[in-house]
């Protein structure tokens, strides 16, 4: 098992920047990738932002130059800084820990709202 615990979202305007955090416990060294997804109200969730376990990154087009993933394997936290954002990017951003695709876990959210 392993549980995470994302903070860091809030209200921003558009433009500025927010830093999520993602606090990972238990069996993390079963985990092969860390991933931060969103969902806007009536939207699919979507994933923002993917580094492996040998810490390559990746984007989606939307998020690509804005947001960057990084970790700190010491506090086992992953992040996902947030600039120029725009109201588009508002959703509930969730973190998930990658096995395979039959076994991923998932946070329990935070909210990021950006105003125009």
């Known amino acids: 098992q392993v549980q995470l615990v994302e903070s860091g979202g809030g209200v921003v305007q558009a433009g500025g920047s927010l830093k999520l955090s993602c606090v990972a416990s238990g069996n993390i060294a079963m985990i092969n990738a860390m991933r931060w997804y969103r969902q806007a109200p009536g939207k699919k969730r979507e994933l923002v932002a993917v580094?492996?376990?040998?810490?390559?990154?990746n984007y989606p087009d939307s998020v690509k130059g804005r947001f960057t993933i990084s970790r700190d394997n010491v506090k086992n936290t992953v992040y996902l800084q947030m600039d120029s954002l725009k109201p588009d990017d508002t959703g509930v951003y969730f973190c998930?820990?990658?096995?395979?695709?039959?076994?991923?876990?998932w946070g329990q959210g935070t909210q990021v709202t950006v105003s125009s």
């Open positions: 998930n820990a990658f096995r395979s695709s039959f076994l991923m876990y």
């Open positions: 580094i492996t376990s040998g810490g390559e990154t």
